[in-house]
C-alpha cells in the first residue's frame, strides 16, 4: 500500500468536511463513534484533499514510493 | 454532531452577484465580479475550490502563447496564434462549435491565462510538470486563497436544487445546507450558473462524485434550451483494475510508451489509427500526435475490441512492461502513475486493465459570447455550457474556456447587478420546493427507492447503452428503462437524512440529464465527434450540421434542431 491515511480519533468532531472534500468520497461517519472512518481507502487518489479541508487537522495523508 | 435528518429552518441570504460553483470558471467569475465592488457570494455544494473538475485536471491551457509555455506544449501543443487556435478548435469541434464563442476564446485566452500569475498562481508555465496530483490544486488552491484576499464570501455544503425565476429574469435560487440541513433561500441581482458536467451519469468516469450534471437539470427545469447533449467525451486511459482507483494520467512520460494489448496480446490500435512511425515509439511519434487530442478514437478502438470478444473482463490490457526505468521517473505525473494509481500492482509482471470512463460533456446550457442565456440575469460559464468545443475538444481547451468564460460570465453578471434590481421570489414557488424536499425525507423505506442503488442502475445503464458505441436499439432500450425509472422508482425516493437527500436529489437530476443526453442520441442520426452511431458511422454535414436542442414542452422533454453558428469557417464536404 503506497497511501497511507491515518486519522485522529481525538482529534475528529465528525463535522463530515472529508466526505465533502474527497472526490471518490473514501469517508463515512462511525455511527456508532461519530467519528470519520475510512470505507474505500483502495480508491483513494493521495490528493490530500481531506488534510487540506478538516478543520481540526485530525487526518494525515502519507504517500510512500514504491519501487517497481 | 453529525447530518440533520429533516429540513431545518429557512434562512434568506441576500448578495449581488450569486455563483453557484467553485470550480475554475466559478472563482473566475467570483474575481470578475468583484472588481466591480459588488457582493459576490460563491455556493458549492461540497468544499470551495478542490472537489470539482478543475482541480482533477491534467493542468494544461492550450492557448496561443507560444515559446512561453514549453513545458505544457510538448504535452498539448501550442497554437502559434489565436486565428491557429480558433481554426484548430473549430476543425477539431467538426463545425459543430458556435464560431463567435470559439473565437472570444483563442483571442483572449492569452491574456486570461497569464494574468493568473497576478492571482498568485505559480509554476503556471509548466504546471503539469511541478505541481503534483492533483495538477488542478496548482491554480485551485492560490485562487480559493485570492477569492478570499479580495472579500468575495463563500458557503460550502450548500446544495442548491433549483433557481428561482420571477418573469423573464433570475429572482435567486433554493437549496439546502446539506451539513446543518437548514433551507436556503438565495436572493440575488444576477446569477452566474458554473456547476460543470455530468460524468456520474456513467458508471465508468474520471471525474469527483460531484459531477452529477445538476447545474443541466436546473437550467432545463427553469426552461432554458441545452445544445447538444448527445456530445460526452471519454477518455481512454482509465484503470480499471478491481481494488485500484478508477482513474487516469495520460499526462505521465510512462504512459505514452504503453501498448494497448486485446486479450490475445494483439497489438490492436494500428487497425483503427494509421502508424505514422514505428508501434514502439513514444505516442506522438508512432502516431504523429499526443493522446489528449485524439482521445475519442482510442476510446472507440478499445470499445470495439471489447464488443467484437476480445476484451478481458470487460476491458483490455494496458502494458507496461519493457518501459525502462527512467521513463517512470521521468516526470511527477509518472512517480504518480507509479506510486499511487498502481500501488501495490507490478505491471512488469502483468499489463494492468484500462478502459475508458466519461472525462466531460460537450453539451449544455447555450450562451451567446457574453455569457447570456434565454433567462435575464442568468449567466453560464464552463462545462454547463455547450457549444464551445463542438463535438469533440482538443486537449487543454477546457481550462482555457473556464478562464475566458468564468470572466466574462463574471463580468456580465456584475454590470447585469450594478443596473438591474433584486427580485423577491415567490413565496409559493419557495413553498413548493420545501415541501417537495420534506416528501422525500418522509417517504417510507423501500427496497425500490434507495437512491445508492437507483444510481448504480442508471451509471451502468448509460455506460452500456449510450456511451461509446451507440445504437439506436440500445438507446431506445436505454430511453424505455428511464421511462420506468421516471415512473416507478422517482416517486417511491426516500431520504433518511440531508445527506441521503443531496444524493436523492443528485439522482432526480443524473435521471433528468440521462434522459437528455440519450434522447438527443437517438435524435442524432449520424456520427460526429465523441458522439458514434454503430447504424449511423458516417458525419452527414448535409442534414447534421445542426445543435440538437432539448428543452421542457410541459411535462414532456422536447427536441429539436438549431442551426450552428458558422461565422468564417465552413466545412469542405
Avoid at chain 2, 125 to 148: C, E, Q, R, W
Avoid at chain 2, 150 to 160: D, E, H, P, V
Amino acid at each position: 500500500m503506497a497511501v497511507k491515511i491515518v486519522i485522529d480519533e481525538e482529534k475528529c468532531t465528525g463535522d463530515e468536511f472529508c466526505i465533502d472534500g474527497c472526490p471518490i468520497p473514501c469517508y463515512e461517519i462511525n455511527g456508532a463513534t461519530g467519528k470519520a472512518m475510512l470505507i474505500r481507502e483502495a480508491e483513494c487518489l493521495g490528493c490530500k484533499n481531506c488534510e487540506d479541508v478538516c478543520p481540526t487537522g485530525a487526518i494525515a495523508v502519507e504517500i510512500i514510493e514504491e519501487r517497481k | 454532531m453529525g447530518t440533520k435528518k429533516s429540513l431545518g429552518k429557512t434562512r434568506e441570504i441576500k448578495t449581488d452577484v450569486l455563483i453557484i460553483g467553485s470550480g475554475l470558471a466559478g472563482l473566475r467569475a467570483a474575481i470578475e465580479a468583484r472588481k466591480y465592488g459588488l457582493d459576490v457570494l460563491v455556493l458549492d455544494k461540497a468544499v470551495t475550490a478542490l472537489n470539482n473538475s478543475s482541480a482533477f485536471s491534467g493542468g494544461c491551457f492550450k492557448t496561443a502563447l507560444p515559446g512561453i509555455l514549453g513545458a505544457m506544449g510538448r504535452y498539448i501543443g501550442i497554437p502559434r496564434s489565436p486565428e491557429e487556435h480558433f481554426k484548430a478548435t473549430v476543425e477539431y469541434g467538426e463545425f459543430l462549435n458556435d464560431q463567435r464563442v470559439v473565437e472570444t476564446m483563442a483571442v483572449e485566452g492569452p491574456a486570461r491565462v497569464l494574468e493568473l500569475q497576478d492571482f498568485g498562481v505559480e509554476h503556471w508555465s509548466d504546471l503539469n510538470l511541478t505541481v503534483p496530483f492533483p495538477h488542478g490544486k496548482g491554480y485551485m488552491k492560490p485562487l480559493a486563497d485570492k477569492i478570499k484576499a479580495l472579500g468575495i464570501k463563500t458557503y460550502q455544503r450548500a446544495f442548491i436544487t433549483d433557481l428561482v425565476r420571477k418573469g423573464d429574469a433570475v429572482a435567486g435560487a433554493v437549496g439546502f445546507d446539506v451539513f446543518r440541513g437548514d433551507f436556503l433561500l438565495f436572493s440575488a441581482k444576477s446569477v452566474v450558473l458554473a456547476t460543470g458536467g455530468g460524468g456520474e451519469i456513467y458508471r465508468r468516469n474520471d471525474t469527483p462524485y460531484t459531477i452529477t450534471g445538476d447545474g443541466f437539470a436546473m437550467a432545463y427545469r427553469a426552461g432554458l434550451d441545452l445544445i447538444n447533449m448527445e456530445i460526452t467525451m471519454f477518455e481512454p486511459y482509465v484503470q480499471a483494475e478491481p481494488g485500484l482507483p478508477m482513474m487516469d494520467r495520460h499526462e505521465a512520460e510512462v504512459e505514452f510508451y504503453g501498448v494497448l494489448k486485446n486479450r490475445n496480446g494483439e497489438d490492436f490500435l494500428p487497425l483503427y489509427i494509421p502508424l505514422k512511425g514505428r508501434p514502439d515509439e513514444r505516442f506522438d511519434e508512432a502516431y504523429g500526435t499526443w493522446v489528449p487530442d485524439i482521445r475519442e478514437r482510442i476510446s472507440r478502438a478499445m470499445a470495439t475490441e471489447v464488443s467484437e470478444g476480445r476484451g478481458d473482463r470487460g476491458a483490455v490490457l494496458f502494458d507496461l512492461s519493457k518501459i525502462p526505468e527512467e521513463k517512470w521517473n521521468a516526470d511527477l505525473a509518472s512517480l504518480y502513475v507509479r506510486d499511487i494509481l498502481l500501488r501495490g500492482f507490478n505491471p512488469r509482471e502483468k499489463p494492468v486493465h484500462v478502459f475508458p470512463g466519461c472525462i466531460c460533456f460537450l453539451g449544455g446550457v447555450r450562451i451567446n459570447p457574453d455569457c447570456e442565456t434565454d433567462i435575464r440575469g442568468l449567466f453560464a460559464a464552463g462545462e454547463v455550457v455547450g457549444g464551445v468545443h463542438g463535438a469533440a475538444r482538443l486537449g487543454g481547451n477546457a481550462l482555457t474556456d473556464c478562464v475566458v468564460f468564468g470572466a466574462r460570465s463574471g463580468r456580465s453578471a456584475a454590470q447585469y447587478a450594478l443596473k438591474g434590481k433584486m427580485l423577491n421570489p415567490s413565496s409559493r414557488e419557495i413553498r413548493t420546493q420545501g415541501d417537495g424536499l420534506r416528501a422525500i425525507l418522509e417517504r417510507p423505506e423501500s427496497p425500490e427507492g434507495n437512491p445508492t442503488s437507483v444510481k448504480e442502475e442508471i451509471k451502468s445503464l448509460m455506460f452500456d447503452r449510450v456511451g461509446i458505441l451507440r445504437d439506436g436499439k440500445g438507446l431506445e432500450t436505454a430511453l424505455e428503462a428511464l421511462k420506468n425509472i421516471q415512473k416507478d422508482v422517482l416517486p417511491k425516493l426516500f431520504a433518511r437524512n440531508m445527506r441521503q437527500l443531496k444524493e436523492a436529489v443528485e439522482l432526480k437530476n443524473m435521471i433528468l440529464v440521462s434522459e437528455m443526453v440519450t434522447r438527443a442520441a437517438l435524435f442524432r442520426t449520424e456520427s460526429r465527434g465523441d458522439h458514434y452511431r454503430k447504424d449511423f458511422p458516417k458525419k452527414d454535414n448535409k442534414h447534421w450540421l445542426k445543435h440538437v436542442v432539448v428543452s421542457p414542452k410541459g411535462e414532456r422533454m422536447g427536441i429539436k434542431t438549431q442551426p450552428v453558428t458558422l461565422t468564417r469557417l465552413y466545412p469542405q464536404t
